[in-house]
């Protein structure tokens, strides 16, 4: 059984940083694409934030967080992280980690979620 588990979310002031990880288990993710996502407040969609790949180490961010956030995986812990700065109150959300097999057309799996609250 899969099972992607996030965790590392809370409530921090504006300009501050904090690291999100996702623990993954239930399989090899050898050929694995695994993402961030986050759902904003009022928001149905998710919102594509980073993605690595399991084995290379290949990333890529979207253009509203490539300077602030950072991807990166420890393959022996199998777990990804997400390091983000200079949080903005635009980045209250639950972010979501998700794994996907590299050319596939969706993320196959998803974790529950964290909150993270950026406050004034």
């Known amino acids: 059984q899969v099972q992607l588990v996030e965790s590392g979310g809370g409530l921090v002031q504006a300009g501050a940083s904090l690291r999100l990880s996702c623990a993954a288990s239930?399989?090899?993710?050898?050929?694995?694409?695994m993402g961030w996502f986050r759902q904003a407040p009022g928001k149905k969609e998710r919102d594509f934030l980073a993605?690595?790949?399991?084995?290379?180490?290949?990333?890529y961010y979207a253009d509203s967080v490539k300077d602030r956030f950072t991807i990166s995986r420890d393959v022996a812990k199998k777990t990804v992280y997400l390091d983000m700065d200079s949080l903005e109150l635009e980045d209250t959300a639950i972010y979501y980690c998700?794994?996907?097999?590299?050319?596939?057309?969706?993320?196959?799996?998803w974790g529950q979620g964290t909150q993270v609250t950026v406050s004034s």
């Open positions: 998700a794994a996907g097999l590299i050319g596939g057309e969706q993320y196959d799996y």
């Open positions: 239930g399989r090899s993710f050898s050929g694995y694409g």
């Open positions: 993605t690595i790949s399991w084995s290379g180490g290949f990333t």
